[in-house]
C-alpha cells in the first residue's frame, strides 16, 4: 500500500460517505446479536432462579427401597422398606460431581404421647445443609451458599466459606438425647423448647421446635439417627437418603450415574419441577444456538449483498487504486477492515440493545431478574465480526481479481 494513503483514513472516509449502506448493513449485525444476547441473557438468568428455587425446596434427589412408594414425594421416606446406611457412604465415596449434599434417613410413625408422630433419625450435620427452612429460621444468621451457586471469595481472600454461627451449631451437634419437634407435632404434644418428650421410654430435651414448613416435616420429631436405630431395634440401616443435586448435573446424567453405584435402589426427583424448569432453559439454549445459526447465514448473506453492491459502485475506484499502487493484498485490507469496523460496532451496540431488553423483559415476561453479562460482550463482538468478515470474503475475492483496465473503462 502506498505510503500516502492511510488505510485508517480510507476505512473511515469510506463510512462516512456512504451511510446509507453501512446504516443498512450494521442494522442487521445490531438486531441479529441483540437477539442473541437477549436470549442468552435470559437463560442465564432462568438457570440461577432455578437453581435458587431448587435449594430452597433442599433435597431434590430421593434414594429409596426397591418397593417403597412415591405416591408422595415428600412422604415416601416414611415406613418404606430400608437398605444398609453405607450405601449413603457410596454416594459420598464416589465424588460424583453435582452431589452437594447427602442426607441419610430413618422414619417411622409411633405414638408419643398419645399423639401419632412420625420419628425420623437424622445425621444432624447433613440434615441442616438439606433444609433451607432451618437454614434461614432456626439457624439465625447463617447465610449458606445455594447448592449450585459459587461461593464468594472473603474479603481476605483466604476462604469463600459462610463462618460457623452458634445457632447452626446447636443442630450441627444434636446431641443423642435431644430432639427437634416438627411445629404441628410440638403444638398436639404441647412441647416446647427447653422441655422434653418420651419417646419409646427414652426421655429426649427438646433442643428446637422447627418451624412450620407446610410439609410433613410439621408432623415430625428428628432425633440422631444412631439414636432412632436404637429406639426401633433397627441396626445400621436407613430408609431414605435425600440428596441435594445441582440443577445442572441433574439434566446432564446425574440420576443415571447415582443408579450405577445404588443398582438395587429406587432413585427419583421433583420432576415437576427439576424436568420443566431444566427443560424449558434447554430449549431457550437450543433455540438461541439456531438462532446465532441463522444470523450467521443471513447476516453474511446481507452483508456479502451490502459489500457487493459496494464493489459494483466503486470499480473506478478500485481500478484507480490499483493503478496507483495497490495490491491486492491491500484490497483484502481495505474492505476486510471496513467490514471488521461494521462488526465491531455492531456486536458492541448488539449486546447493549440484546441486555438492555433482556433486562426490561425479563421480569415483565418471566418474573426474573435479569443482571447483564459482561462476558457476552466478547461473544457478540467475535460473532459480529466474524458475520461481517465472512460475508465480505467473496465479494472482495472478486474485487482483488478485477483488472485495473477493465474497471476504469466501466461507465
Request: hydrophobic letters at 50%; one cysteine or more.
Amino acid at each position: 500500500m502506498p505510503a500516502s494513503f492511510s488505510l485508517r483514513s480510507l476505512v473511515r472516509k469510506e463510512l462516512m460517505l456512504r451511510k446509507t449502506r453501512m446504516i443498512s448493513g450494521l442494522l442487521v449485525i445490531v438486531l441479529g446479536i441483540g437477539a442473541v444476547v437477549g436470549i442468552l441473557t435470559v437463560t442465564r438468568a432462568s438457570n440461577r432462579a432455578v437453581s435458587a428455587q431448587l435449594d430452597a425446596l433442599g433435597a431434590n434427589i430421593l434414594v429409596l427401597p426397591q418397593g417403597a412408594s412415591v405416591s408422595d414425594y415428600y412422604a415416601a421416606d416414611i415406613d418404606s422398606p430400608v437398605f444398609p446406611e453405607s450405601y449413603a457412604t457410596r454416594v459420598v465415596t464416589s465424588m460424583i460431581p453435582g452431589v452437594d449434599n447427602t442426607s441419610p434417613k430413618l422414619s417411622r410413625r409411633m405414638t408419643v404421647g398419645g399423639v401419632a408422630v412420625v420419628l425420623t433419625g437424622i445425621v444432624p450435620a447433613s440434615e441442616a445443609a438439606a433444609k433451607p427452612m432451618w437454614q434461614r429460621s432456626v439457624l439465625t444468621g447463617a447465610d449458606l451458599p445455594a447448592g449450585c451457586a459459587p461461593v464468594p471469595a472473603a474479603a481476605d481472600g483466604k476462604s469463600g466459606c459462610p463462618p460457623a454461627k452458634p445457632e447452626r451449631m446447636r443442630i450441627e451437634n444434636l446431641g443423642r438425647t435431644e430432639a427437634l419437634v416438627g411445629a404441628a407435632a410440638a403444638r398436639r404434644l404441647r412441647a416446647r423448647e427447653g422441655g422434653s418428650v418420651v419417646i419409646a421410654g427414652k426421655t429426649f430435651s427438646v433442643s428446637r421446635v422447627l418451624p412450620e414448613t407446610g410439609t410433613v416435616d410439621d408432623g415430625r420429631i428428628f432425633i440422631h439417627l444412631r439414636s432412632a436405630q436404637e429406639l426401633l431395634g433397627a441396626g445400621r440401616v436407613v430408609s431414605a437418603i435425600e440428596i441435594m443435586g445441582c440443577c445442572s448435573a441433574i439434566s446432564e446424567g446425574l440420576l443415571g450415574k447415582l443408579r450405577n453405584i445404588l443398582p438395587d435402589t429406587r432413585i427419583v426427583t421433583i420432576n415437576h419441577i427439576v424436568s420443566a424448569q431444566v427443560g424449558t432453559n434447554r430449549l431457550m439454549a437450543r433455540v438461541s444456538v439456531v438462532l446465532a445459526l441463522i444470523i450467521l447465514v443471513v447476516g453474511s448473506l446481507s452483508m456479502a449483498n451490502v459489500m457487493w453492491a459496494n464493489v459494483e459502485e466503486r470499480k473506478k475506484e478500485l481500478g484507480t487504486l490499483i493503478t496507483v499502487g495497490f495490491g491486492r493484498r491491500d484490497i483484502y485490507l481495505l474492505l476486510f477492515s471496513r467490514a471488521a469496523a461494521l462488526g465491531l460496532v455492531g456486536g458492541v451496540l448488539g449486546y447493549l440493545l440484546g441486555t438492555a431488553t433482556a433486562m426490561l423483559a425479563g421480569p415483565w415476561i418471566a418474573d426474573l431478574r435479569v443482571v447483564p453479562v459482561a462476558a457476552f460482550l466478547a461473544l457478540s463482538v467475535g460473532l459480529a465480526v466474524g458475520i461481517s468478515v465472512l460475508g465480505c470474503w467473496l465479494p472482495a475475492r472478486g474485487a482483488a481479481r478485477l483488472e485495473p483496465a477493465a474497471m476504469m473503462q466501466d461507465p
